[in-house]
């Protein structure tokens, strides 16, 4: 391509260069020619106006003193000829003296009429520009005198000024051609040395592939502007195609998110919540023969399949509990059956009715101070599962839930993650440590208070601070691509309601997470 572009951009040098060539030529040769006609108008008038030869042609001779002078004349001004005539056209002066005493040959025009004329005639000389002038004498025409430059003579200045035009021509030509070989690298360099078909092919090709990928796709070039934005990107950045060339500091995206777009770092499945969306974000800088020439980002939405997944595990884990308390049964089943063969009765009574009472009364506080079927389960099933890891969960006494003003859904992820958080931050603390998390809850269908505290090591106040950007975790970070994303679904379902999220230190000697939605209950 860059090729061809340089094989155009000469022709069309060339053409412009030969083009110019011919308009100064035509030009030099106007401006000769007019030169010409002014220089025989002046001389013609100047031998007219001498009184010398007025005097002359009231001579019997007139030829004797009109020649000498009209050759002097010729020769100090530079013309080829310079005739006088009388009003019969009878030379009396003539570069060859034999011709004088002839007649005049060509059109006299206006001049015996008392008005100069200039004419490009053929005479006896050849072809030449001439002027014809009257002299005068009492206001009547007493004879004509006519000055002339050949044609020859014009054409032999015209050449003398040709190498300067033809100077001026190569130094136009030489810098067009320099300016297409310079234009030509620097496109063959943009293009990478591809031909238009390769070009019009990777277009084509390419552009399908990265509007039809469901994937988001960001491509920044090295200045930190958006080159290419495919349906899925506007579609979960919440922008548009005229975003395309823009500066990414002025799309308006979350300040975690942008400095992840514009880091020429590898970013493999990072974290970001955008407005009520999780996404998971991969970026690669690109590379060509060596150089950095931007970056390509691609982002994947998260959020209903981590919502999805979130509430699988905690069915997982309502039927891990059932399970092992399958087997607690079991065990105590085949207990109070011992008891009964050894005839030891009361015993087995005793020790059957024991866990039930227990187990009964948290439930039947449970489920009758948290109206919501979905909540209690999740409340119990958790309360299991922190008993299998040696955790207490504790319900405050004024936990009372009447209604809800958020979706059972959304409460499920606000209220599953925060326990999974605090059982997981307290199961960490060292052996023998008291391990509590302890549960506030109180809702009607206006409003929502959900305050979850832990015995764990808590928070520094450098991690409170980041605690909620960037699907934040205190877990490995090599770990799986959902780690850290239940904080960002909790705030997500926070902020869909206008409610807020703080976090802060508990009594316990934890981190406390409190949630407020609506008006306090």
Known sequence: MARQIL???????????????????TDARRTQISSARDRSLAVAVAVADTPLVRRALRAADPSRTIQPFAERVRRDSGTDFVV???????????????????????????????????????????????????VESSGRVVALVSVGITMQRIQDALVGRLPTIGLAAALILGAGLLGAWLISRRLRRQTHGLGEREITRMYEYYDAVLHAVREGLLLVDAEGRVQLLNEEATRLLGLDEDDVGRAVEDLGLPEPLTR????????????HLVDDRVLVLNSSPARWQGHEVGSVVTLRDHTELQAVTGELDTVRGLA?????????AANRLHTVVSLVELGRTDEAVDFAT???????????????????????????GKTAQAAERGVQLRLRDDVEVTGLPVEQRDAVTMLGNLLDNAIDAVGETAEGAERVVLVELTGSPDAL?????????????????????????????????????????????????????????????????????????
Do not use: C
Request: cysteine-free; glycine content about 12%.
């Open 7 to 25: 094989v155009l951009q000469v022709l069309v040098v060339i053409v412009v260069v030969a083009g110019s060539v011919t308009l100064a030529y």
């Open 84 to 134: 006088v005539m009388s009003n019969d056209r009878v030379r009396y002066s003539h570069p060859d003296p034999a011709r004088i005493g002839g007649r005049f040959i060509g059109d006299l025009g206006t001049a015996p009429q008392g008005r100069p004329f200039t004419e490009e005639y053929t005479g006896t000389l050849g072809p030449s520009m001439r002027a014809v002038v009257p």
């Open 354 to 380: 024991e866990e039930l009472q227990v187990a009964q009364l948290l439930t039947d506080r449970v489920v009758g101070s948290v109206s919501d079927p979905v909540v209690s389960a999740l409340l119990l």
């Open 260 to 271: 992840a777009v514009l880091s020429t770092d590898r970013r493999p499945d990072e974290i």
């Open 320 to 328: 891990e509990s059932l399970r092992s308390q399958n087997h607690e």
């Open 449 to 521: 208070h959900l305050r979850v505290s832990d015995s764990g090591a808590g928070l520094s106040s450098a991690l409170v601070r980041q605690v909620f950007e960037r699907g934040w975790s205190t877990k490995a970070a090599d770990g799986p691509v959902g780690r850290g994303l239940g904080l960002a679904l909790v705030v997500q379902a926070v902020r869909r309601y206008g409610g807020r999220i703080d976090v802060g230190r508990s009594p316990l000697g934890g981190a406390a997470f409190d949630i407020r939605i609506g008006a306090r209950p």
